[in-house]
């Protein structure tokens, strides 16, 4: 029924840069507010990026760690909310989660790996 899928991670090496994808089905997704979360191992999990609803008047929130280096996306007409990754470091390694969320609704990807590794 609700579905998120992530895509778009992998092995890069220090400083690259990656695309990560998230398509939602199941929701009005236009009404929701979207964020990117990420758990690295041994870490507790942690919010990275968000993106509000409301189109063209939706603000965005990151992390200290990611801000000036990430940048969250969505495209309504596509159901589909972006975390474009630059400057990547080791420490940015983590499975990145995908999450809609919209009063008391909430649901979540199953994840995407990303290793930052030379």
């Known amino acids: 029924q609700v579905q998120l899928v992530e895509s778009g991670g992998g092995l890069v090496q220090p400083g690259g840069s990656l695309r990560l994808s998230c398509v939602a089905s199941g929701i009005i997704f236009r009404l929701y507010d979207m964020g990117w979360y990420r758990q690295a191992p041994g870490k507790q999990r942690e919010l990275v990026a968000s993106i509000t609803s409301g189109g063209s008047i939706s603000s965005t929130n990151y992390a200290a760690s990611v801000k000036g280096r990430f940048t969250i996306s969505r495209d309504n007409a596509k159901n589909t909310v972006y975390l474009q990754m630059n400057s990547l470091k080791p420490e940015d390694t983590a499975v990145y989660y995908c999450?809609?969320?919209?009063?008391?609704?909430?649901?979540w990807g199953q994840g995407t790996l990303v290793t930052v590794s030379s």
């Open positions: 999450n809609a969320k919209k009063n008391w609704q909430d649901a």
